[in-house]
Structures are given as C-alpha cells and as structure tokens.
C-alpha cells in the first residue's frame, strides 16, 4: 500500500519543479561531470562540480562541457571543484529543494549516494561519450539528453532513495527538499576505491539567516549560475 504522505517529485516544461500537488517556486540546480580516467594522466575516475560560464566569456579550450537545454539553448559548463579538499562550492540554505544533474561521461557505472535528504529520480537521458575528448578534457560537441525507454524510468527508477547506479552516457537528474537538519554532509561514489581517491565532495546545509553572512554562495537556483532549463 502507498503512504498516504507520499509525493511524486516532477521537472515540468518551463523549469519548474512539482511535489505531488505542490509546485516549488524556487529550486536551486546543480551540475556534476562524472569524468573517465584519463585527464592529466589521471588513473582513476573523476567528478567535477560545474559552475555555467557566464555569457560573452570566452569559452576555454581544456575543461569544458557543453550540454543542450529544452528549447535548443547551449549551457557550456567548467568545474570548479574535483578534489575533497577543494573549496566547498555546494551552499544550500535549510528548507531548500535542488535538483543534481549528474553528466557520466565515460567509463565505469557509478553508485552515486547523496547524503541528508530522500531524493526521487526526476530525469534520466542518453547522451554520448563518444563526445568527450580525454586528452583536453572536454565535450568536443554540445550534449543532447535523448529520454531513455520507458521500462528504464519506471516507478521503481524514480522512487525515493539516496543511491542510483548511473552508467556512462547518461544523464541523470534527482531532487531533494534539503530540511530537517544542518551542517556539512557527503556526496560520492560508493565504490570504496573511487570515494577514497578523487569521487567524494562535501557540500553545506545552513540555515538561511546564516547564509546572508557566507560569501561565495555556491548555488543561485533560478536567479544564476546553476539553473539549467
């Protein structure tokens, strides 16, 4: 029997996020690259947190990645964070929705686990990895999701966990309602050798009057860098 308390989470056209009868006015986004081994001579697999490179800038050569938006907009996309001990760039306020995008560019699946809240799966696509150019570390053409057969986003894909199996080429998107608790928590790859080495970040939950005192918010939902449709 289905719990009464129960909310289907959805991305409807335009943006917007849905809980059951509910629609969330203001949702934060944020982007993660999933990068096969292989930049910089690397061994091991690599995630990227992607901040949206402003318009007008001059796109770099290296470290770049480009996907296509409902309507045919192109978000290019660089990291600005790799290792644990990287700046954190992950700042949400307590109470606040956000919607990951995770972008699995090649190589092993992943079981990826978010800490603090339930999620629900609210996109997977296809993409192609064949896009991905490991000696200069970036998309050599811009991502188009393609949506995935029906039987493989199916209720037991899109109900409420903290861990999803994601493979190369595909993109994946979860949403989270980040209450009920404050500080700093973890997001990674379960497999122990990846968490260890170059696949576990950690990210803030803080109350927002605190947060009007943190510079460098790390996420601006609608309103900036990580709002992807």
Not at 198 to 222: C, E, K, N, Y
Request: proline share 8%; with cysteine; hydrophobic share 35%.
């Amino acid at each position: 029997m289905l719990d009464r308390s129960f909310r289907r989470y959805e991305h409807l056209e335009g943006g917007r996020l849905r809980a059951g009868h509910e629609i969330v006015e203001h949702h934060e986004h944020l982007w993660v690259g999933i990068i096969p081994p292989g930049p910089a001579g690397g061994v091991h697999p690599e995630m990227w947190e992607l901040a949206e490179i402003p318009a007008g800038e001059t796109l770099p050569e290296r470290e770049l990645i480009q996907v296509v938006e409902h309507g045919g907009a192109v978000r290019s996309l660089r990291p600005v964070a790799k290792l644990f001990d990287d700046a954190t760039t992950i700042r949400l306020n307590r109470g606040d929705w956000a919607a990951w995008h995770f972008l699995h560019l090649g190589g092993p699946a992943h079981p990826m686990h978010i800490h603090m809240a339930d999620f629900q799966a609210i996109g997977r696509r296809r993409i192609d990895p064949a896009s991905w150019d490991p000696v200069r570390a970036r998309t050599t053409a811009p991502l188009v999701g393609r949506p995935v057969p029906p039987e493989e986003f199916d209720d037991l894909v899109r109900a409420p966990k903290d861990t999803w199996t994601m493979n190369a080429g595909e993109w994946y998107s979860v949403a989270g309602h980040f209450e009920g608790a404050s500080g700093s928590f973890m997001y990674h790859c379960h497999i122990l050798d990846h968490e260890d080495h170059t696949m576990m970040r950690p990210f803030t939950v803080l109350p927002r009057d605190i947060m009007t005192f943190h510079a460098g918010h790390g996420s601006s939902g609608h309103d900036g860098g990580h709002h992807p449709h």
